[in-house]
């Protein structure tokens, strides 16, 4: 299980580390990858980490059920009510093509406010990431 400090880490990963600093603290990847915005994405079983294309740093963390992360003591992927609490603690969610963005926490969240089972994914990331939607 990964806890998240916003805007700080997820679980061992920090945002601002190296590529180096994330193998060691996670291992090596089973997969790297560019995604649609030129940046490396080291993915694992259960959580991807995009590493940003300007200095090859952490920036993001994406997380899907098989990897249970919490935030606020909630945990957000067997909690059946994590969605709603989080859109409070936030205080603040909008949504953006399918994401619930809450800039307050940190965090995206996808298939839980439409239900869909199959879309469920929480990203994590840095300070001004998606400030600019």
């Given at each position: 299980?990964?806890?998240?400090?916003?805007?700080?880490?997820?679980?061992?990963?920090?945002?601002?580390?190296?590529?180096?600093?994330?193998?060691?603290?996670?291992?090596?990847?089973?997969?790297?990858?560019?995604?649609?915005?030129?940046?490396?994405?080291?993915k694992?079983?259960?959580?991807?980490?995009?590493?940003?294309?300007?200095?090859?740093?952490?920036?993001?963390?994406g997380?899907?059920?098989?990897t249970?992360?919490v935030?606020?003591?909630?945990?957000?992927?067997?909690?059946?009510?994590?969605?709603?609490?989080?859109?409070?603690?936030?205080?603040?969610?909008?949504?953006?093509?399918?994401?619930?963005?809450?800039?307050?926490?940190?965090?995206?969240?996808?298939?839980?406010?439409?239900?869909?089972?199959?879309?469920?994914?929480?990203?994590?990331?840095?300070?001004?990431?998606?400030?600019?939607v």
């Open positions: 299980m990964f806890e998240i400090t916003p805007y700080k880490s997820v679980g061992p990963i920090r945002f601002g580390m190296s590529a180096d600093e994330l193998v060691g603290a996670v291992g090596d990847p089973i997969k790297i990858t560019k995604n649609r915005l030129g940046e490396l994405d080291y694992y079983s259960g959580f991807r980490v995009a590493l940003s294309s300007k200095d090859n740093t952490v920036v993001e963390v997380l899907v059920p098989e249970e992360v935030i606020d003591g909630v945990k957000i992927f067997s909690s059946p009510d994590a969605f709603a609490k989080l859109v409070k603690n936030d205080g603040d969610p909008y949504e953006y093509v399918g994401f619930v963005i809450l800039l307050n926490l940190g965090i995206t969240m996808t298939g839980f406010h439409d239900k869909d089972e199959s879309q469920k994914a929480v990203t994590v990331f840095t300070k001004g990431r998606w400030d600019s």
